[in-house]
């Protein structure tokens, strides 16, 4: 087993490396093939060594090799965090030696990998690219039971799409982007429909203090939902038997 874990944790740094290209390059409307990987200062072309998830940021010192200017923190933080996102969804999904049997553990770990693809591109450009997001609505259809899954992801996407509207007409303005509504159905798909409404409603509660620090500072930069979104929906997941609990006590 072992092996497994090895391979795993090599996997899981390395699609954290490839997440980090989406986000520098997919809100530009840049290929995430080509050019090969370089400086975003210099352009200088990086070599293979200097592309080593965690390892090469570490041995350059958070530098480029060439022009010793600073690479962002974001880099292995996002490999770091990616790497976390597996080895959890793993252990609680538990790790099978029949490959088969990891199916639903390797598929909520890309999902969810995905959603903090998202959530840091939302937090930098406020934007939501439909590629990653539909890609991530699509994955999330073919987890546990295809036909429960489909129908939560369409209970809950069509809940959120009549809720934006009611928002708006009351607030006389958009409250909601299209994005969050394609996250709900991904909730939906993960959690069930129960579950769903306990991580949206958890989202709020870990949104509500940044939008008040926010407001209190009068500042114009808008309180990105989907990070929020995407980290009550790994909360729940996580703790799914401790939230079930917690709502059967409520309802007595």
Request: include cysteine; proline fraction near 4%.
């Amino acid at each position: 087993m072992i092996y497994e874990w090895i391979f795993l944790i090599l996997f899981a740094l390395s699609f954290g490396s490839f997440l980090n290209v989406l986000i520098v390059r997919v809100p530009k409307g840049e290929s995430i093939v080509l050019p090969n990987s370089h400086c975003p200062t210099c352009k200088a072309k990086l070599k293979a060594w200097h592309n080593v998830p965690l390892i090469s940021y570490m041995l350059l010192k958070g530098k480029c090799a060439y022009c010793k200017k600073k690479i962002s923190f974001v880099y292995p933080v996002v490999e770091l965090l990616t790497l976390f996102i597996f080895i959890a969804t793993f252990i609680k999904m538990g790790f099978s030696e029949n490959l088969i049997e990891n199916r639903d553990a390797f598929l909520l770990s890309i999902i969810f990998s995905l959603l903090l693809t998202l959530s840091v591109i939302d937090l930098r450009y406020k934007a939501v690219p439909d590629s990653i997001s539909l890609t991530t609505l699509t994955l999330s259809l073919f987890l546990f039971n295809i036909i429960d899954t489909f129908s939560n992801a369409l209970l809950l996407a069509g809940g959120f799409t009549f809720l934006r509207f009611y928002v708006s007409f009351f607030l006389k303005k958009e409250a909601m982007g299209e994005g969050d509504i394609i996250i709900a159905g991904i909730i939906g798909a993960v959690l069930g429909v129960k579950l769903s409404m306990v991580a949206i409603f958890l989202s709020s509660i870990l949104a509500l203090p940044i939008s008040l620090f926010l407001r209190w500072k009068r500042s114009e930069y808008e309180t990105p939902y989907i990070p929020f979104l995407a980290l009550a929906l790994f909360i729940v997941f996580m703790f799914d038997d401790e939230f079930l609990y917690f709502l059967r006590l409520l309802h007595g």
